[in-house]
């Protein structure tokens, strides 16, 4: 969601700022801002705009502001709406304390009233303001003492008032009083240090670093850190000092282009044939004595053999993954399998059962509700003592270094690369060949099916990078002319079943997500028991019908909707039944496992024209964010 950047230093902030937010706008934002201690005058300059990030560098075209410390954001509104006076930095009263903050302060209201009380007007509606005005009170209750104006005694004034802060926070703050020093902290908000020769730069997320330095400091949960040029003091939440090896950033910085194609969503669903190829070759090996592939992880899955049930923790998109993946674990591998809402497991979590493996799935790696679920899950099991309750942890990313990353070692890589387009393609593709791993790997090890079986499987899945590249030829240009149709829809209903059900969620979102139209995905065999009453010509329905178990339903679902006038629109393979169709959007004949990992290809280009289409901001679709870190 919202990004952060703050630098201290010998250079420029302001060309480090604005790089680093840069980096950061494909997480979501609507609003943007900088605030710089001059060099020249020492007094905070700041500079904020409503919209895109080009609107503050026009802002900033002419701006020579000669200082070495600032701080930056990018904001997705929680409190107030996206206009200029609620865009970060935020400043006190005197403008002497600016604030960035990723997060919600659940107790803003409270101390606002409270400021208010003593005379202090406030300028924004967010919650971030109280934290510049709280500083600022306390600064000048230190200042009583005869304290130097320096970094530490800013570092007090902060550390004072996060005690009084509720909720979830990562907080950057400068101080005119102490103009080479920038204090941060964090909350169950991701927040990283990156190490340069003499200046620092910390950030919400690593690409915004990666240009920098490959040296990076991970901010823990509760910390603070006061940064100079002459290095970092972090303290953890009892004010003990800390010391600890930074580590290398395991990411190489990525070039960021659209090559050829019109939006970065188009060119992530072009990339799919790679990743399966990635996939393959990373995690599916043959063993050169048995010449039987296996899948094989950088961790040790001993532990997988005492496992008898899985919950698994996500949100969105990747909880649609996670659906999938409880099909092929319960129906592959014969364990049965939960999926749940990370927001929703915290406040209502299954019984403590032993031998439960626990699989968080967070594109990010810093989804809120998915760390904190996981973070309870660790501290219920351990509150067990038993040997058979300890949490055994598995987490499903793409980014290996982010906070799940450092608070689970069992990592499955899904080596997507950087997603840019706010709608997830690509990694929800890599989400699936996750799944599919895991399913073989615990078919292997339960031998829940037969060799022959497996190796099945195995083979179509290798056979998957031609398919998916022949799908993007297919339908590009035929969605594209589809989408046409589309301009004046309002509604349209998705129908799957059985491995498919969560592939008509996933169509449904992408639509919603994209393109502003209502969508919903249903269990084809559920359509006539409620939502048969929203059809008729103006409501199309997209089926998922894929030979196999439940495809004569499926096809008899169809025949239910076309019966009410409703415009039919087919994904399958052609075949006998679905001559039903008014327009099929064709998928190859294979095995039925593996359909979802082609059924979803064609969705994803027809969301992507039909948004192109109505000429939305497709890689950047209005109130949504690529990372969401808070509750």
């Given at each position: 969601m919202c990004g952060i950047v703050a630098v201290t230093g010998y250079k420029k902030a302001l060309p480090l700022l604005i790089n680093g937010l840069e980096k950061l706008e494909y997480r979501g934002y609507d609003s943007a801002g900088i605030a710089v201690i001059s060099s020249e005058t020492k007094n905070?300059?700041?500079?904020?705009?409503?919209?895109?990030?080009?609107?503050?560098?026009?802002?900033?075209?002419?701006?020579?502001?000669?200082?070495?410390?600032?701080?930056?954001?990018?904001?997705?509104?929680?409190?107030?709406?996206?206009?200029?006076?609620?865009?970060?930095?935020?400043?006190?009263?005197?403008?002497?304390?600016?604030?960035?903050?990723?997060?919600?302060?659940?107790?803003?209201?409270?101390?606002?009233?409270?400021?208010?009380?003593?005379?202090?007007?406030?300028?924004?509606d967010t919650d971030t303001e109280v934290i510049p005005h709280l500083i600022q009170k306390e600064l000048i209750?230190?200042?009583?003492?005869?304290?130097?104006?320096?970094?530490?005694?800013?570092?007090v004034a902060v550390r004072n008032v996060i005690s009084d802060l509720e909720g979830s926070y990562a907080l950057a703050v400068i101080w005119s009083g102490a103009p080479d020093s920038l204090v941060?902290?964090?909350?169950?908000?991701?927040?990283?240090?990156?190490?340069?020769?003499?200046?620092?730069?910390?950030?919400?997320d690593t690409p915004a670093i990666a240009s920098f330095t490959k040296i990076i400091l991970?901010?823990?949960?509760?910390?603070?850190?006061?940064?100079?040029?002459?290095?970092?003091?972090?303290?953890?939440?009892?004010?003990?000092?800390q010391y600890r090896n930074p580590i290398s950033l395991q990411i190489a910085e990525q070039v960021i282009d659209k090559n050829n194609f019109r939006h970065y969503m188009l060119k992530e669903i072009y990339d799919q044939p790679e990743i399966a190829k990635y996939w393959l070759e990373k995690y599916l090996i043959k063993d050169l004595k048995t010449s039987k592939f296996q899948i094989k992880y950088p961790f040790d899955t001993k532990f997988f053999e005492s496992i008898e049930r899985i919950e698994i923790v996500a949100c969105g998109t990747s909880k649609h993954a996670a659906m999938v993946g409880k099909f092929l674990l319960e129906q592959f591998s014969g364990i049965p399998t939960n999926v749940f809402f990370a927001s929703e497991f915290r406040y209502s979590p299954p019984p403590l059962l032993p031998n439960t493996l626990t699989i968080g799935v967070t594109q990010s790696g810093e989804t809120a509700d998915t760390i904190a679920a996981i973070k309870m899950e660790i501290q219920r099991r351990a509150s067990m003592g038993?040997?058979?309750?300890?949490?055994?942890?598995?987490?499903?990313?793409?980014?290996?270094?982010?906070?799940?990353?450092?608070?689970?070692?069992?990592?499955?890589?899904?080596?997507?690369?950087?997603?840019?387009?706010?709608?997830?393609?690509?990694?929800?593709?890599?989400?699936?060949?996750?799944?599919?791993?895991?399913?073989?790997?615990?078919?292997?090890?339960k031998q829940s099916q037969s060799n022959e079986t497996i190796s099945q499987l195995i083979s179509e899945l290798t056979k998957l990078p031609p398919l998916?590249?022949?799908?993007?030829?297919?339908?590009?240009?035929?969605?594209?002319?589809?989408?046409?149709?589309?301009?004046?829809?309002?509604?349209?209903?998705?129908?799957?079943?059985?491995?498919?059900?969560?592939?008509?969620?996933?169509?449904?979102?992408?639509?919603?997500?994209?393109?502003y139209i209502h969508a919903a995905g249903y269990p084809a065999g559920e359509m006539k028991h409620g939502p048969i009453a929203l059809l008729d010509k103006k409501v199309p329905v997209i089926s998922i019908a894929f030979p196999g178990e439940v495809f004569d339903k499926v096809i008899s679902n169809a025949q239910e909707a076309k019966a009410r006038d409703a415009y039919l629109i087919g994904?399958?393979?052609?075949?006998?039944?679905?001559?039903?169709?008014?327009?099929?959007?064709?998928?190859?004949?294979?095995?039925?496992?593996?359909?979802?990992?082609?059924?979803?290809?064609?969705?994803?280009?027809?969301?992507?024209?039909?948004?192109?289409?109505?000429?939305?901001?497709?890689?950047?679709?209005?109130?949504?964010?690529?990372?969401v870190t808070v509750e």
């Open positions: 905070i300059v700041c500079n904020k705009a409503e919209g895109k990030l080009n609107n503050l560098k026009n802002n900033l075209k002419n701006a020579e502001i000669p200082g070495t410390v600032g701080i930056g954001h990018t904001r997705w509104a929680t409190h107030g709406k996206p206009e200029v006076k609620n865009a970060h930095p935020h400043l006190d009263s005197l403008g002497k304390v600016a604030v960035v903050q990723n997060g919600i302060i659940e107790n803003y209201q409270e101390l606002k009233s409270k400021l208010e009380k003593e005379g202090i007007s406030f300028d924004s209750a230190l200042s009583q003492l005869n304290l130097e104006n320096n970094g530490s005694t800013l570092l941060v902290a964090r909350r169950q908000a991701p927040l990283i240090i990156g190490l340069g020769e003499g200046e620092f730069i910390c950030a919400s991970p901010l823990e949960d509760g910390e603070i850190a006061l940064l100079t040029p002459l290095g970092i003091e972090i303290y953890d939440s009892n004010n003990e000092r038993d040997e058979s309750y300890k949490p055994n942890l598995v987490a499903i990313t793409n980014r290996i270094e982010s906070s799940i990353g450092r608070q689970i070692s069992n990592i499955i890589d899904i080596g997507a690369g950087i997603e840019i387009g706010v709608a997830a393609t690509k990694t929800f593709f890599a989400q699936l060949l996750s799944f599919y791993g895991l399913a073989i790997k615990f078919a292997q090890i998916v590249e022949e799908l993007l030829e297919k339908h590009n240009q035929s969605s594209e002319k589809l989408a046409h149709e589309f301009f004046n829809i309002k509604d349209v209903i998705f129908l799957g079943r059985g491995i498919n059900y969560p592939i008509a969620l996933e169509g449904a979102l992408k639509l919603k997500e994209i393109s994904v399958a393979p052609k075949c006998k039944g679905t001559e039903i169709f008014d327009y099929l959007m064709a998928i190859p004949s294979t095995n039925e496992w593996i359909s979802p990992l082609l059924a979803i290809v064609p969705l994803q280009l027809l969301s992507y024209h039909i948004a192109a289409h109505r000429g939305l901001d497709v890689d950047q679709p209005r109130n949504l964010a690529k990372s």
